[in-house]
């Protein structure tokens, strides 16, 4: 059911179980609003970091 479909009294309700199903999906600031020494996080590190030991490069 597309948004447009839905009764206006449902769609904040529907917007807000969408953020909390899928979190903040956007970032607050892009990349040409922030300053160029500002670092941004590393989406890959965490993955990294737990990466499980069967998975190690070989």
């Known amino acids: 059911m ?3 479909q839905q009764e206006p ?3 904040p309700r529907h917007r807000r179980r969408v953020a909390e ?3 903040d999906v956007l970032p607050d600031t892009t990349r ?3 300053d160029p020494g500002e670092q941004t996080p590393d989406r890959e590190a965490w993955y990294r970091e737990n990466r499980p ?3 190690e490069d070989r």
């Open 2 to 4: 597309g948004e447009q």
């Open 9 to 11: 009294s449902r769609r």
């Open 21 to 23: 199903v899928f979190g």
């Open 32 to 34: 040409d609003e922030r």
């Open 53 to 55: 030991p069967h998975h």
